[in-house]
């Protein structure tokens, strides 16, 4: 089949730097898809990917490139020196999550495995990190084997635990910064749930912060046909929840924006006895740091006063459990990714985002504290026929599974060949217009 992004041109005078490495795109895309199936199959949790991180592994050192295993636990740092130039740091997601798959693929995950709290599991690639680690095992190959198109250093980075958010600052706290050069941009892909072969970008804030709390209430147990003699943490924690509703309504400015969700409320095993304590689990998304701020105090607040209203033994304990950083893509370096992203698909396909996303990453943490420019950038995994009889139907949230569902299952092509191509066409453009690394301003 004949690449439509493809140069129209034979000659190879008028060939960017792009057309000349993506020349090999079409001989290695049957491996990739190979690739992209078996990772899907075997997924893997958080700091548990092994097996994932070996074939990233393998996949670098087959291309030539110096290889360090085990970074932040399983994480993989890959190393091309190739002349003088910028570093230029790619990275990929490796972790799938708890989830029992629902695809019908015929490549679909049977996978189980131990959680870390201990419990037996389904896994399931269910947000994509899969096609990631498929995309960064692509652009890696193509740029090794065209290294004539380009000068500098490829700083490829297959990352642990996203969704945990523990993997980047793992692999930054086991010595990222020290043992490997200071990239001059950061660059990063998510595949979403877009039709499939259109990219969105956002200059600024362009994905949420995420604070996840763990909230135990104490009460006082009984049996259920003497509540007198009890203090009821199932009651306490549902008055909880439902003040907690009322930050976003009455303390959030209606020009701002937060999300307050409360993912679990466990309390007791049996009708009739009244237990002893109750377990929220609540998670925030916020946009303004400040914003964050007033939210994270009102549920403290909120939480333990409703423990007081309500007689409580003992003050409510409250645990930070995870902390995503702001996703926030450096204006200037995101102009350039723009532009070299619609040379190689054209306006048509690259599109700006009106607003943040109110989904969260740890992605941000490596521009953020090692102070180099990053971006990062969404490509569309649905099928577009699918997606567009959604969309004109008005049931895209109805009909289009998300990120995290059990039915979440990107399309192949032509969503492999774009996440290529654009983590190359970015790239390539770093290496011709480095971002300077310091103070995060560009060039």
């Not at 085990?70 to 994480?75: N, P």
């Not at 009821?232 to 009322?246: N, S």
């Not at 007689?311 to 990714?337: D, F, K």
Request: aromatic share 6%; with cysteine.
């Amino acid at each position: 089949m004949e690449d439509p992004i493809a140069p129209t041109t034979a000659d190879a005078t008028r060939m960017t730097p792009t057309d000349v490495v993506l020349r090999g795109l079409e001989e290695i895309l049957p491996a990739l898809r190979d690739l992209y199936r078996d990772v899907h199959a075997n997924p893997e949790l958080s700091m548990q990917e092994q097996r994932t991180a070996g074939i990233a592994a393998q996949s670098l050192e087959r291309a030539g490139y110096d290889v360090t295993p085990g970074v932040g636990g399983t994480g993989v740092v890959g190393l091309l020196a190739n002349g003088e130039g910028p570093t230029v740091m790619l990275r990929a997601d490796m972790d799938a999550l708890p989830v029992e798959e629902a695809t019908g693929l015929p490549y679909a995950s049977t996978a189980t495995a131990t959680d870390a709290a201990g419990n037996a599991v389904p896994v399931m690639h269910a947000c994509g990190h899969d096609l990631h680690v498929a995309w960064l095992i692509g652009a890696t190959t193509l740029l090794a084997e065209a290294r004539d198109a380009w000068r500098g250093t490829v700083l490829a980075a297959f990352q642990p635990a996203e969704e945990t958010a523990e993997g980047a600052q793992a692999m930054i706290d086991d010595g990222l910064f020290d043992r490997f050069p200071r990239p001059h941009v950061i660059l990063g892909q998510h595949v979403m749930p877009a039709p499939a072969g259109r990219i969105g970008y956002r200059s600024g804030v362009t994905q949420a912060a995420a604070d996840s709390l763990e909230v135990r209430l104490f009460g006082r147990g009984a049996h259920g046909s003497m509540p007198e003699s009890s203090v009821d943490p199932i009651v306490m924690a549902a008055a909880t929840v439902l003040r907690l509703q009322t930050i976003v309504s009455r303390e959030v400015a209606a020009t701002q924006a937060a999300v307050v969700t409360v993912g679990a409320l466990q309390a007791g095993a049996k009708a009739n006895v009244i237990p002893d304590e109750a377990l929220l689990r609540i998670n925030v998304r916020s946009f303004d740091e400040a914003v964050r701020r007033r939210v994270l105090d009102a549920i403290e607040r909120i939480v333990i006063a409703e423990a007081q209203a309500s007689g409580a033994p003992q003050p409510p304990r409250i645990t930070a459990t995870e902390h995503y950083p702001l996703t926030v893509n450096e204006p200037a370096a995101t102009a350039r990714v723009a532009a070299a992203l619609r040379a190689r698909f054209g306006d048509e396909r690259v599109h700006e985002l009106p607003a943040p996303l109110s989904a969260s990453e740890d992605f941000g943490s490596f521009g953020t504290e090692w102070e180099v420019p990053s971006v990062f950038w969404y490509v569309g995994g649905t099928d577009p026929d699918q997606y567009r009889r959604a969309e004109q139907a008005g049931r895209v949230a109805d009909d289009i599974p998300t990120n995290h569902h059990p039915a979440f299952a990107p399309v192949i092509d032509p969503t492999l060949e774009t996440g290529v191509q654009a983590m190359v066409a970015a790239a390539l453009d770093s290496f011709a217009h480095p971002a300077r690394a310091g103070g995060f301003v560009a060039a």
